[in-house]
């Protein structure tokens, strides 16, 4: 994943500045103070832009204003976007539900108002949503009396109530703090500290021990997540950075970097995240992934960008190699202030194409008829875009060398693998799944900053897939966690039936297909 650039630091001298300004009232500037003044009057230019968070082209490039049309008919109103405003009650999926009957009334009652129909209960009730809060983690402390003879001194203690279990951390609370941890990126100190704060004195070493403990218990749903996440039709992959304090190397080819690569596997409607920190690219954990894939499947589809480490290098397992229309259509976006014309043609067209796509989710199309789709309507934009940039380099109107040359160059350079989408059923056109994937690893990184050791990173990747296993797939990652963590002998032995979308008793398609 790129890194956002950072702003550069100039230190800016007030007096110095006031003083070429007074000499320049006099003389003309000399070139030295004429450069010193540049540089002040650009590094506060700089300050007073606003940074853009989006590569929307509206926010790259100011839209052209239409002509004035006359008689023009009224814009509809957009729609208000999903996710914004109140919640209503049926979006509250882990709240208790108290059914509250009427006080007065039962179904077949007489109406109390007209005396002459009668009343009948309603499909959809009346809703009341009310909310608390409380510790992520709550303890309950049992006293159980104690009884001493006075005559011989024996001491007879109350036995603890079967409510008490045999464990001081119970499988709620171990499932909470993987949750808070790895799943919303809250370091174990601060987690202490709140815990601390609310009476309950958690240290961080204890909750490291809690999930390296836990790891071990639920590690063979990782695997067996893995030896199904091979067998999919579609493979997500890239890499971010990562430290990790003390890491003993044995590749031996003097690398010095480490990551953490995210991989998304996607079989029909399920997806499966994986992630892998050590010194290997994403590439090379690819390939320990597909290792395992079944012979006789067809060819799996990958998804990355262009960089030649992200792809695997296996013998006798063939891939269709897709790359990535966002990481190419970014370059335009960086250029746009200086080619405003060219890169918002280039913009445009990909934007129709991404279009194309969301009309075929929003239709609900088989990847055939996506196919089809895209072949009708998208494939005439992207071959009316290749022969433009080719044109720019045939008619000398670019320049190769310019930001604009070189974003082209990457197009053409990588074409035949942006454009797989209009080729093979299924094939995705950008990365975006596994980039999203990787923010989970990065908000680890912004907020612990380092895993300590390779142990420690290997926690962290197993619970990570596990709950983004669950966010992609619509499961609660707290309650399937909790169910793991209770029944740890019976997923040892029938791992398969433990994968968040059949550890409550549904079907699996990819446990049954990989079988």
């Known amino acids: 994943m790129k890194k956002k650039s950072s702003r550069r630091r100039?230190?800016?001298?007030?007096?110095?500045?006031?003083?070429?300004?007074?000499?320049?009232?006099?003389?003309?500037?000399?070139?030295?103070?004429?450069?010193?003044?540049?540089?002040?009057?650009?590094?506060?230019?700089?300050?007073?832009?606003?940074?853009?968070?989006?590569?929307?082209?509206?926010?790259?490039?100011?839209?052209?204003?239409?002509?004035?049309?006359?008689?023009?008919?009224?814009?509809?109103?957009?729609?208000?976007?999903?996710?914004?405003?109140?919640?209503?009650?049926?979006?509250?999926?882990?709240?208790?539900?108290?059914?509250?009957?009427?006080?007065?009334?039962?179904?077949?009652?007489?109406?109390?108002?007209?005396?002459?129909g009668r009343v009948y209960r309603q499909k959809e009730p009346a809703t009341l949503i009310r909310i608390v809060g409380q510790a992520p983690l709550t303890a309950t402390v049992f006293e159980m009396e104690r009884m001493r003879c006075n005559a011989c001194g024996e001491v007879f203690t109350a036995s603890p109530p079967p409510s008490a279990g045999a464990e001081k951390f119970d499988a709620t609370a171990v499932a909470m703090i993987g949750l808070l941890k790895y799943g919303t990126g809250m370091p174990f100190n601060r987690m202490g500290r709140l815990e601390g704060q609310l009476g309950m004195p958690l240290p961080a070493a204890t909750q490291w021990k809690?999930?390296?403990?836990?790891?071990?218990?639920?590690?063979?749903?990782?695997?067996?997540?893995?030896?199904?996440?091979?067998?999919?039709?579609?493979?997500?992959?890239?890499?971010?950075?990562?430290?990790?304090?003390?890491?003993?190397?044995?590749?031996?080819?003097?690398?010095?970097?480490?990551?953490?690569?995210?991989?998304?596997?996607?079989?029909?409607?399920?997806?499966?995240?994986?992630?892998?920190?050590?010194?290997?690219?994403?590439?090379?954990?690819?390939?320990?992934?597909?290792?395992?894939?079944?012979?006789?499947?067809?060819?799996?589809?990958?998804?990355?960008?262009?960089?030649?480490?992200?792809?695997?290098?296996l013998t006798g397992i063939e891939i269709l190699l897709a790359n990535c229309i966002a990481h190419g259509?970014?370059?335009?976006?960086?250029?746009?202030?200086?080619?405003?014309?060219?890169?918002?043609?280039?913009?445009?067209?990909?934007?129709?194409?991404?279009?194309?796509?969301?009309?075929?989710?929003?239709?609900?199309?088989?990847?055939?008829?996506?196919?089809?789709?895209?072949?009708?309507?998208?494939?005439p934009v992207m071959e009316e875009l290749q022969q433009w940039m080719e044109a720019q380099f045939a008619e000398h109107k670019t320049e190769p060398n310019s930001g604009l040359g070189k974003a082209i160059s990457y197009l053409l350079r990588h074409w035949t693998k942006l454009t797989l989408f209009l080729r093979q059923q299924g094939a995705p056109l950008d990365n975006n799944v596994v980039e999203r994937a990787l923010k989970k690893a990065i908000l680890h990184r912004k907020n612990a900053l380092f895993y300590k050791t390779m142990n420690g990173a290997r926690v962290g990747d197993l619970f990570m897939s596990l709950i983004h296993t669950c966010e992609l797939n619509k499961v609660n990652p707290f309650d399937y966690l909790t169910e793991l963590l209770r029944h740890p002998a019976e997923l040892t032995v029938r791992p398969a039936e433990w994968m968040p979308w059949n550890y409550r008793g549904t079907e699996a398609p990819v446990a049954a297909y990989a079988a």
């Open 10 to 116: 100039i230190d800016v001298n007030v007096e110095e500045l006031d003083r070429i300004i007074e000499a320049a009232m006099r003389e003309p500037l000399s070139e030295a103070d004429g450069r010193t003044l540049k540089t002040a009057v650009h590094a506060m230019a700089e300050i007073l832009v606003q940074w853009r968070n989006t590569e929307k082209t509206s926010a790259v490039l100011e839209p052209k204003a239409p002509p004035a049309a006359v008689d023009a008919p009224p814009q509809p109103e957009r729609p208000v976007p999903s996710g914004h405003g109140r919640n209503g009650a049926t979006a509250f999926t882990g709240a208790n539900r108290v059914v509250v009957a009427h006080a007065t009334l039962q179904s077949g009652d007489h109406c109390p108002e007209c005396r002459e």
């Open 210 to 313: 809690l999930m390296e403990a836990a790891a071990k218990l639920i590690k063979p749903v990782l695997d067996e997540l893995i030896r199904q996440a091979a067998q999919g039709s579609v493979m997500h992959n890239d890499d971010t950075g990562m430290r990790i304090l003390t890491l003993a190397r044995s590749t031996g080819d003097g690398r010095t970097g480490t990551f953490t690569t995210g991989i998304v596997s996607i079989w029909r409607e399920l997806k499966i995240a994986l992630y892998f920190t050590g010194w290997k690219h994403a590439g090379e954990n690819l390939a320990d992934v597909l290792r395992q894939r079944a012979p006789g499947l067809a060819p799996p589809i990958q998804m990355c960008d262009a960089l030649s480490r992200n792809t695997p290098k």
């Open 329 to 379: 259509r970014r370059q335009f976006t960086e250029v746009a202030e200086s080619f405003p014309d060219e890169c918002l043609y280039v913009l445009e067209s990909l934007g129709a194409v991404y279009g194309f796509d969301a009309e075929t989710k929003e239709r609900g199309l088989t990847p055939e008829e996506r196919l089809e789709f895209h072949q009708t309507h998208s494939a």
